[in-house]
């Protein structure tokens, strides 16, 4: 067993750019250029680093980044990449290193054209979006091409096949870590449902293997590739149920198992983790008995949980579990992972909670996360990060010491960014609710912000962490004096069922009560005067900035919304449209529709929303604007363009474009 790592790090500095000289204020270019190295990682044989950079041509695309380190490692300097493939058509967005020296690469282009029904857009008329695509990368990636034909099934028509080509998706369904050549992957079909394919890493053959409907899911064995579970929806009595069974291997008969059936509107999380070596139980995670989603053991054979949970904690959910990969304890568990604040993994593995805690001891007060590492656990890569750190990748070796591969944004010095706190405060009604604040710079207590920033997440089934934010809506804020807070308020998920539940219907009502009483919060406790709080959100946190705007005794001086949802009704129509969606979270979208209250504007408004977004419409943006700009004459539409909903389709000039007209809006219209 490792008592301790005794790292050697000659190399640190030169990634996290340390100093000591009074911070400059960063622009918003510094959180606008694309991060110079962003999702790294490890082949599973440790030969092999692969992840996007920002393109040593044009720092305004990405670049596919190889790294060959199969071979003897000089820690004394950063590690640069073998070879670089620049973005053309399409920009890298996302990678993953395989094995046999391939990878996957993610990317997304601009796409106008008819969809006709295939995906998110216009049914009639050209759209405006942008659409992904995974390529396959060989050695060195040299060659970064189309995954191999056969994606279709057999009498797919043209029409089928253009609309793979535009909504299809495919990932890796197992790795398989004990085959030295082959994974499985699964694809989106032209048709209904996703089939499995074993694809030969060495030949780009692949094997159709089987194919789930779309109302299904399965689980595979890493070992084999071959289902070990089946989850099914079925509409019976009225409702949509979830079905799960089991492979009994002593029979070969997928069983049912009553005691993990659960009703699609009650919402229970339950999810079959791996099955325990040697016997017929199932490590399950669920919120089935508690508000929090724990680890229970599972027999199939008695189709009962245990008593009680096998691992939990007692404020987050449990929300995964790691079982070794290599061939002397395959399927044995190593950890659990838990979402607080930040993500962390509770190891029961000595090794691996050696290597964690002596990674830890280095980089005191930091976010560690172990993302790869070899069978022999000799390789390990890492990462680390904090809300005032961006997030830095390393390399261990040999247990000792330490390689730089770089930091996401090195030009970014930690005195320059705000550090984050963890709090609950109580709602009007009683319910307690978590937030994360991210502190001006140099921020010491008892000091009042210049102001305050209410930052509610999309979703709004999502939620926010205590990490970097890499979109600058916290940092560059945080940089020039207000405290920001994000609130977890009702409707969030992944806080219990409680937290979640509670928002259901409550849209622009108690919702919104919760942000409100989170800048209330900030007033009581002295962090800043009442006159000088904004709200800015997106996506669903752009529907809570609108219906703040509408909304009478607003806290607020002004409202930003990006890419918000201004007509209820229409999102609540198009969510019904199909019943699964119906059952499962369109019901819950009811509450106040801004569009139909924009006569009670009673703050100014500043509206930003790309004219490529097919999640969100413009026409939400253009329309309430419409409805308001006669009362409220400060009030501002900013149309981006080529601009999409999510993050992997913006453009640089995107986030320095809202981030400068923020704080102009903030200085000059807000009085902030």
Known sequence: MIKRLALTVGALSLSLGLAHAAPEK???????????????SMSLEGDVLVGVITDPTDPDKTAAAYWDISGDIDTSKPLLPSNVT????SRFYGAAALKSKKSLWLTTQRYTGALRGCGEGKTTGATKKYIQKVYLGNEKITKIDDLPDGRAEVGANKAQLRCFELTGDTGVASFLPLDPKNIILQRATTKNGTSYFKHDLSTGREKFLYKASNTESFTLSNRTGEPVGKSKLEFEDGEYRSYIRLLNEATGEFELEDALTTEIKNRYTMDVYSKENGTRNYFVGTDKFDDKVSVYLYNGDTNTFSTEPLFQHPEFDIVGITTSQREQDFGEVLGFSYDGPVRKTFWIDPEMKSIQD?????????????????????????TVSAAHMPPAYFLLLGKSKVAVIGSSRPWIKEEQLGKSDFVYYSARDGLKVPAILTMPVGYEKGQKAKGAIILPHGGPWARDYAGFDNSGWTQYFASRGYIVMQPQYRGSAGWGRELWLAGDGEWGQKMQDDKDDGAQWLVDNGYVDSDKIAIHGYS?????????SVRPNSPYQCAIGGAGVANLQKIANNWGDNRVQRTFQGRTVKGMDPLQNTQKVNIPILLYHGDHDVRVP????????NGVKKDSPQSKLIVLKEMGHQSNKWLPEHKSTVLTEMEDYLTNVCGM
């Open 358 to 382: 002596g990674l830890e001891a280095a980089f005191p007060g930091k976010n560690v996360s172990l993302n790869d590492y070899t069978a022999d656990r000799n390789r390990v890569l890492f």
């Open 618 to 625: 413009l026409f939400h943006s253009r329309d309430f604007y």
């Open 540 to 548: 669903y946190g752009g529907f809570a900035a609108i219906a703040a």
């Open 26 to 40: 960063l622009s918003a270019e510094d959180f606008a250029k694309h991060p110079a190295v962003t999702g790294v």
């Open 86 to 89: 620049p973005s053309s058509r």
